[in-house]
């Protein structure tokens, strides 16, 4: 079976392991950011919404400057708040296409307590850089008009800020590994955090044995069933 997941893992499952980018560490480099301008803003929101939502690194911004398509990427109209029979508030991002779901999905976060917080950090970037309905949705103020974020300038501006920040050896596929740990340290069912990542098939099983060393001494703040869940997913015992 693991066999298998391996061929159908994505490359950058594949990838060198990368330490994680916790909560703590988006709180402290919020920190280093200037409130007031506008790259800082997008930077942020864009960052918020990519943990919270545990999408890959490349989710929700371009790779260049010209390649906006609104049948790949999304556009602030395919923004909507969304409340359920419970009564819990979330914020709704209707993606066109994504990696694991090339004919579009729904993807949501909830808000947070904390200077993370991705409805704050987002409601402010839509507000101060008074975005375009058709245009990409993580885009700043520029002149007389917009540029898209694209994904060099995400990770340049996550390194650069994480680095003043005293944080050390920060890469891109960390902001994924640490919405992850979050997740299970909440206590989000395995299966639910599966489906939460947009993880296909068995591919989070075998993400979760390549990365136990990094995630495993976090375990004792996990929830009890939790712990013993990525005991015997992420750690199975050696024959």
Known sequence: MLKGAAKLAPWSAKQDLREPITREMIEVIGTQLQREDPLDITFFACLTTKFYLAAHVGEFTLKKLD???????????????????????????????????PKGEEV????????????????????????????????????????????????SKLKKVAKAASFQSVHGHGIRIGATLEYLLWGVPFEVMKVKGWWASDTFQLYLQQHNQILAPYIQAMPPETALDFTRIAMPPVP
């Open 108 to 155: 949501n976060w909830a808000k947070k307590n904390g200077p993370s917080d991705p409805s704050e950090a987002f409601r402010w970037h839509v507000q101060m850089n008074n975005l375009p309905t058709t245009g990409p949705l993580f885009a700043y103020k520029h002149r007389l008009a917009h540029c898209p974020l694209t994904w060099q300038v995400i990770i």
């Open 67 to 101: 390649t906006f398509n609104p049948q790949l990427h999304i556009t602030a109209v395919q923004v909507h708040d969304d409340t359920d029979c419970n009564r819990y508030h979330t914020k709704v991002f209707v993606c066109p296409s994504t990696k694991a779901s």
